[in-house]
Structure formats: structure tokens, C-alpha cells
């Protein structure tokens, strides 16, 4: 598959490996203000940051401690849904 | 109490904004969910010598097997259950929410505290009893942590931020 172009959301490979590539081939790379950057740098940053953790957790302490860490994570995901903002009723 | 249950019961059948509507809240879960995958892969591969969300890597070590190269490296038979189980989770989680309102909030929240109850357990398998690179423990560990990664993928991908999928490669 192949993308449209860095710009576009709809045609854009669900991969950490295309998010790597749309990051730096984005036109829009040095501009201040680009949110489709910010969040794949974001994504990108995370997914790597949460491996370090987990493979550092499980080194020194186990690997249940670090299901847990992650456990505990996702439960804090599940009760940050109940305050995201709805669509508008003509939305719906 | 009973005009705030019935509150209560609007708010959850709200369809909740997606991500090119809401930037902060969507962002920020998401995120902390790609997180999450990341300590969950950094731990499944040494335990289980296979990926429990990375089915690029799983689809590779699957080749490798075919060809019989370098099958002390992976464990085949937790591959091939990661894989099918992701897959089967992503069709039946998917669908399910296609067919319920896949951004209804109650469905969110629903669906992400299955996927985090089964890593829970999960990770109450692995603190009760040894872990074990092969055997029917890992198989049941695998199939929670892979059908967790599965309701995950499907319960984020309608929330429209391609750019944040919250797995590494799907």
C-alpha cells in the first residue's frame, strides 16, 4: 500500500514504521504550528518510551510487575472516557 | 437520584467527539495506550518468544518458520496463536462495535475495561505461577494478552487518529 501523501489521514499505513517515515517526509515538518506531526512524534515517542519501561521493569523487578504498570494504564485510559466531549446532536 | 442515573445513562449514550473534532482528551488516551503496548511487547517477547500486539513481527517469524530458519529464536506455536487470536479479536471486537456505535461512550468504556481485564489477569498468571515459555500457560497468557491488544486496535481505530494507531504495526 501506498500513501497519498504525508498530508492526507484517510489513506495514511496504520504502521510504526510509516509513522516513522510520514514524520520525517512531511512537508510540513518545520512549520510551528502541525498537529499530524506533533501526534506521530508523540505516538512514536510513547510506543518507544513504553518499551524501555517494560523491558527495564522487567530486567529489575518481573515481567508481572510491568503487565500491572501497563494494566493499571489502561485503566486510567477507561476512566478518562467518561470525560471526553460528545458530538452535537446533529453530529449524532 | 433518579434525574442523575437518568444523566448518567444520556452521558454514556453519547457518541464521544472524534479526533479531528477533539484534540486533547483522544491524544491523550491514546498515547497512554501506545505506552502500555509498548511495556506489553517489551515483556512479551523474551516471556513468550513471540509478539502479543506486533503482528508485523509475528507475521515474519511465521515465514521464518515455514522455512524452518532460525526457529530457536521464536516459539512457533505462541506466534501462530498470537496472530490468529489478534486477528480474531480485532473481527469480533470490530465488528461488535460497528454494529453497537462503535464511539458510544459506553462502548469505550466498556470495551477498554475488557481489554484491561484481561490483562489484568493476565498479569495475575504470571505472578501466581512460573512463567513458562511454552505450554498451555503460555498459550492462555498469550491469548489474553493478544485478544487484549486486538479490542484495543479495534476500540481506537474509530476514534480517527491514524496517526496514533496505539500498536507498533498492525
Not at chain 2, 437520584?1 to 457518541?15: F, I, N, P, V, Y
Not at chain 2, 530457536?72 to 470490530?94: E, H, P, R
Not at chain 2, 462495535?97 to 495475575?124: C, E, H
Request: glycine letters at 6%; proline letters at 3%.
Amino acid at each position: 500500500m501506498v500513501l497519498e501523501s504525508a498530508d492526507s489521514d484517510r489513506y495514511e499505513q496504520a504502521m510504526a514504521t510509516a509513522a516513522w517515515v510520514d514524520l520525517l517526509v512531511d512537508p510540513r515538518f518545520t512549520k510551528l504550528k502541525n498537529h499530524q506531526r506533533n501526534r506521530r512524534f508523540l505516538f512514536l515517542a510513547m510506543l518507544t518510551l513504553g518499551s524501555f519501561v517494560g523491558a527495564f521493569t522487567r530486567a529489575k523487578v518481573n515481567s508481572p510487575l510491568a503487565l500491572l504498570l501497563c494494566s493499571i494504564l489502561k485503566l486510567v485510559v477507561t476512566g478518562l472516557f467518561f470525560l471526553n466531549p460528545a458530538t452535537t446532536d446533529i453530529c449524532k | 437520584m433518579g434525574a442523575r442515573l437518568s444523566t448518567l445513562k444520556e452521558h454514556l449514550q453519547d457518541s464521544v467527539q472524534d479526533g479531528e473534532e477533539e484534540r486533547f482528551f483522544v491524544d491523550i488516551e491514546l498515547l497512554v495506550l501506545s505506552f502500555a503496548t509498548g511495556i506489553q511487547d517489551a515483556i512479551s517477547y523474551p516471556d513468550y518468544h513471540c509478539f502479543a500486539s506486533n503482528q508485523t513481527g509475528n507475521t515474519v517469524l511465521l515465514a521464518l518458520a515455514a522455512a524452518d530458519v532460525g526457529t530457536d529464536l521464536f516459539n512457533t506455536a505462541n506466534t501462530c496463536l498470537s496472530l490468529g487470536v489478534f486477528l480474531g479479536g480485532c473481527f469480533i471486537m470490530g465488528q461488535i462495535g460497528n454494529t453497537l456505535g462503535a464511539r458510544k461512550r459506553w462502548w469505550l468504556i466498556l470495551t477498554n475495561l475488557f481489554s484491561t481485564a484481561l490483562m489484568f489477569v493476565a498479569a495475575g498468571l504470571q505472578y501466581a505461577l512460573p512463567v513458562l515459555v511454552s505450554g498451555p500457560r503460555a498459550l492462555g497468557v498469550i491469548t489474553l494478552l493478544a485478544f487484549s491488544s486486538a479490542a484495543q486496535v479495534a476500540m481506537a481505530r474509530p476514534l480517527n487518529v491514524p496517526q496514533i494507531t496505539t500498536v507498533s504495526r498492525i
